[in-house]
C-alpha cells in the first residue's frame, strides 16, 4: 500500500462565516460619464458600470470594501487625474460600508518600466494620491484578522518611499506573525510562474523575490491582487493566492488563451468576466466568491442594480458524486504574443484559470483527467492545488500501466480519488494478477471500463466509422456482477456509458440497483452525441436540460455520474454545446448546474418513483428541471438560473428552470 501522503494543502474553510468583505478592482472611472481617453468603447462604459457593481456590493452588505487599485483611469501627469478622481468619490459615496483603496499604476504612477511613455511613481505623484485618496500604505484590524494593504508602484523604485514602506511591511508581518492575514496588491507578483521573466504585469526582481519570502515565511492566508483584468489562482508556499478580473474590461491581449476568435471589441469586452470578489472569513479558511456583472451599467439617478446570481463554490460544495471529462487541457499554459501596447520586446506565458473557474461557480468537485496530467509536472502541481480546495480527479487510462506509469501511479496517489482502467474485456481474465498487484502497490480505487472494438458495420456492409467506443452496457449487468463475486476486492467501481438517446435518470436508477446486488459502485459516464461524429448537437439549451437531468440522476440514485463536455466541442469529430463556451463563459447548461447545486443543499434528496427526473426530500418537496417558465405546473417556486430571480405562478423566464414545489 503507498503510504506517501498528499503533498497539497486542505483549503476548504471549517466552522461559520465571521464576517464578508467585498473585493472590487479596475473600475478605471473617467473624468466624463460617457468619455474615456482610450479608443476602446468598453473603457467609455467604466463609470455606469461601476455604479452598477458598487450598487450590487451595498446588497451583498460587507462589513467593508478593498479596492484593488486603478479607481481611475487618467494617470497622475494628465489634468484630469482631479475630475475622476472627484468622480470616482462621488461613485463610491453610494456604498454603505467603508472602502479602503490600493493605490494602482493609473493612482500613483507606473512601477518602473523603461518602455512605457506613463510616468513612473514618484514622490510628486504620491503626494497627489494622498491628496485625492488618502494613505498608500497601512493595515486595518478586523475581528483579529489583519487587511495589510501594499503600494506595489513603489517596489523597485529606488524611491525613499521604497525602503520606508519595506521597514513598515516586515515590521508588521514579524509583529503579527501567526495571526491571519490577507494581502492586497494592485501589482501581481506573477502570473503563471514565479520565475517568470518580468513585464508590465507583474513584479520584476529583486522586488518579487523580497515579497515572496515575506509570504512565505509569515503565511498570509490570502494575497489578492489586481491590474491584468483576468483571472489566476495560485499557491505561495501555504498563501493562496488570487489575481483577479475587473469592473470595466478585459485586458484582451489575453484572449490569446482561448482557440476561438477575439469577440466584442477584439476580446476586451468580453463582459462575462468583468465583476467583483466576495471574500467570507469562515473561523478557520475562507471563500472567495467571484460575481459576474456581465458589463451592466447604472446610469445616474437610477436606484439600485438586481442582487448578485447566487453561486456555489466548490470550496463548500458537498456533493463529490459529479465529475466532468475534462478532454480539453485545464491547465494549459500559452504564449501571448507581443502586442506593441503593454509589451512589445517578448512573449508572454499565461496559465488558463477559466476552466478552473468555470467548475467552481458550479460547486463540481470532479474532474475526469487522462494519466497524462498525472505525467506531467506543471499540470500534476495543478491537481495538487485542486485538490486542496476540494477536487477529486478519476484518473484513466488504456490498458495496464508501464513501468513509468504505475510508479507515477504509486507516488501521487493521493491525488486520484479513482483509477479508470480501460480494458478489453476479453483480456481482463488474464490481467487478473496484474491487476491485484497495481491495486496492492497504490492502494488507490479501481474502476473497470471497457473498450470495444467491434463495428458491426464490418459485417452488415453498412457505412464504416473509426469509432471508439468505451463503457459497459446495462445488458452486461450480471456478468460483471459475477465477475465480482468470483473475484471479490478486485476492482471497486464499474464505468457505464450511455449515448444521447439513453435516459440518465432510467440507466442511473438501474445501476443503482447493481451496486446493490454486485457491491460494486456504478459509474455512468453519459454522453451528448450519438453514433455519427458528423452529427452536430449545438442546442445549449437541450444540453443543459440532459446535463440537469444527469445530475439529478446521480443525486436521486446515488451513483456517481460523469458529463462528457465542459466547454464546446466546436470543431473535430462530435460537435455539440459544452457547459461552457471556448471562451469558458456560462452556457445555461452551466447556471442551470450551479443552480441545481445551490438548490439541493445539504438536503437529503431521493429519487421519487416514474420515469420523469424528479427528487424529494424529506419535509415531501420535489425539485423538478423544466425546460421553460411556460411548462411549469401550478403551485411551488420557479429559479431562473441566469438571474437567480425566484417567483411563483407567472413570470418564469422561457429557458430552463429549476422548480421546487
Given at each position: 500500500m503507498a503510504t506517501r501522503a498528499p503533498s497539497f494543502q486542505n483549503k476548504r474553510p471549517d466552522g461559520p462565516i465571521l464576517f464578508r468583505v467585498s473585493i472590487v478592482s479596475d473600475t478605471h472611472v473617467n473624468e466624463k460619464e460617457d468619455f474615456s481617453a482610450s479608443p476602446y468603447p468598453a473603457n467609455a462604459e467604466a463609470n455606469p458600470r461601476a455604479?452598477?457593481?458598487?450598487?450590487?456590493?451595498?446588497?451583498?452588505?460587507?462589513a467593508f470594501i478593498i479596492h484593488l487599485g486603478d479607481m481611475i483611469n487618467p494617470v497622475p501627469e494628465l489634468p484630469s487625474y482631479g475630475p475622476a478622481a472627484e468622480n470616482f468619490h462621488d461613485l463610491a459615496k453610494e456604498l454603505r460600508a467603508p472602502l479602503h483603496l490600493v493605490p494602482g499604476n493609473h493612482d500613483i504612477g507606473d512601477k518602473p518600466v523603461s518602455w512605457m511613455p506613463a510616468g513612473m511613481v514618484n514622490g510628486e505623484f504620491i503626494a497627489l494620491y494622498r491628496q485625492h485618496f488618502g494613505k498608500d500604505y497601512y493595515a486595518i484590524t478586523h475581528e483579529d484578522c489583519h487587511f495589510i494593504v501594499i503600494n506595489s508602484p513603489l517596489i523597485n523604485s529606488g524611491d525613499p518611499a521604497e525602503a520606508q514602506q519595506a521597514a513598515w511591511l516586515e515590521g508588521y508581518m514579524q509583529e503579527h506573525s501567526g495571526a491571519r492575514m490577507f494581502l492586497f496588491s494592485h501589482y501581481p507578483p506573477y502570473i503563471t510562474r514565479q520565475d517568470e521573466p518580468g513585464s508590465y504585469d507583474?513584479?520584476?526582481?529583486?522586488?518579487?523575490?523580497?515579497?515572496?519570502?515575506?509570504?512565505?515565511?509569515?503565511?498570509?492566508?490570502?494575497?489578492?491582487?489586481?491590474?491584468?483584468?483576468?483571472?489566476?489562482?495560485?499557491?505561495?508556499?501555504?498563501?493562496?493566492?488570487?489575481?483577479?478580473?475587473?469592473?470595466?474590461?478585459?485586458?484582451?491581449d489575453y484572449s490569446e488563451m482561448y482557440r476561438i476568435e477575439g469577440g466584442d471589441q477584439?476580446?476586451?469586452?468580453?463582459?462575462?468576466?468583468?465583476?467583483?470578489?466576495?471574500?467570507?472569513?469562515?473561523?478557520?479558511?475562507?471563500?472567495?466568491?467571484?460575481?459576474?456583472s456581465n458589463g451592466a451599467t447604472l446610469a445616474e439617478g437610477d436606484e439600485k442594480a438586481p442582487d448578485i446570481v447566487a453561486r456555489p463554490h466548490v470550496k463548500t460544495a458537498l456533493r463529490a458524486g459529479i465529475a466532468v471529462d475534462m478532454r480539453h487541457a485545464w491547465a494549459e499554459e500559452l504564449s501571448v504574443a507581443p502586442s506593441g501596447a503593454v509589451d512589445e520586446f517578448r512573449r508572454k506565458i499565461a496559465r488558463n484559470d477559466y476552466p478552473v473557474m468555470a467548475l467552481w461557480e458550479m460547486g463540481l468537485r470532479g474532474l475526469r483527467v487522462p494519466v497524462q496530467d498525472l505525467a506531467d509536472a506543471t499540470t500534476r502541481r495543478r491537481m495538487e492545488l485542486m485538490c486542496g480546495v476540494g477536487h477529486r480527479f478519476q484518473v484513466y487510462l488504456y490498458g495496464m500501466p508501464n513501468p513509468a506509469e504505475a510508479a507515477l501511479l504509486k507516488d501521487h496517489a493521493g491525488l486520484i480519488a479513482r483509477l479508470e482502467l480501460v480494458l478489453g474485456w476479453n483480456d481482463v481474465a488474464g490481467l487478473i494478477p496484474d491487476i491485484k498487484a497495481l491495486k496492492s502497490d497504490t492502494g488507490v480505487s479501481l474502476c473497470l471500463s471497457r473498450v470495444n472494438r467491434t463495428d458491426a458495420a464490418k459485417h452488415t456492409g453498412?457505412?464504416?466509422?473509426?469509432?471508439?467506443?468505451?463503457?459497459?452496457?446495462?445488458?452486461?449487468?450480471?456478468?460483471?456482477?459475477?465477475?465480482?463475486?468470483?473475484?471479490?476486492?478486485?476492482?471497486?467501481?464499474?464505468?457505464?456509458?450511455?449515448?444521447?438517446?439513453?435516459?440518465?435518470?432510467?440507466?442511473?436508477?438501474?445501476?443503482?440497483?447493481?451496486?446493490s446486488a454486485s457491491g460494486l459502485a456504478p459509474v455512468l459516464y453519459v454522453k451528448s452525441t450519438e453514433a455519427s461524429p458528423a452529427e452536430e448537437f449545438g442546442d445549449a439549451t437541450a444540453n443543459a436540460l440532459r446535463f440537469g437531468e444527469t445530475v439529478l440522476a446521480g443525486v436521486g440514485h446515488g451513483v456517481d455520474v460523469v458529463l462528457d463536455t465542459l466547454d464546446d466541442a466546436d470543431r473535430g469529430y462530435f460537435t455539440r454545446a459544452g457547459l461552457v463556451d471556448r471562451r469558458f463563459n456560462p452556457r445555461i447548461g452551466s447556471e442551470l448546474i450551479s443552480t441545481l447545486m445551490l438548490a439541493l443543499g445539504a438536503d437529503d434528496w431521493h429519487a421519487q418513483d416514474g420515469d420523469t427526473p424528479a427528487l424529494r426530500n424529506a419535509a415531501g418537496q420535489v425539485l423538478r428541471v423544466f425546460a421553460s417558465g411556460a411548462d411549469l405546473p401550478k403551485g411551488g417556486e420557479w429559479i431562473c438560473p441566469k438571474t437567480g430571480a425566484r417567483g411563483t405562478g407567472t413570470g418564469a423566464p422561457a429557458h430552463p428552470v429549476v422548480h421546487i414545489a
Open positions: 455604479r452598477h457593481v458598487f450598487s450590487q456590493i451595498n446588497r451583498v452588505d460587507p507583474n513584479i520584476d526582481e529583486p522586488g518579487r523575490g523580497w515579497m515572496l519570502d515575506l509570504i512565505r515565511t509569515h503565511k498570509p492566508e490570502a494575497l489578492f491582487s489586481a491590474h491584468v483584468h483576468n483571472f489566476w489562482y495560485d499557491l505561495i508556499g501555504e498563501t493562496e493566492y488570487y489575481v483577479t478580473p475587473s469592473t470595466c474590461f478585459v485586458r484582451h477584439k476580446g476586451r469586452n468580453d463582459a462575462a468576466k468583468l465583476g467583483f470578489l466576495t471574500l467570507d472569513v469562515h473561523e478557520t479558511g475562507h471563500v472567495a466568491r467571484y460575481h459576474r453498412a457505412r464504416f466509422n473509426h469509432l471508439i467506443s468505451h463503457g459497459f452496457t446495462l445488458g452486461e449487468m450480471d456478468e460483471l456482477s459475477a465477475f465480482a463475486a468470483q473475484n471479490p476486492g478486485l476492482i471497486d467501481a464499474v464505468q457505464f456509458t450511455i449515448s444521447r438517446s439513453a435516459s440518465p435518470w432510467v440507466t442511473a436508477r438501474a445501476l443503482g440497483e447493481f451496486a
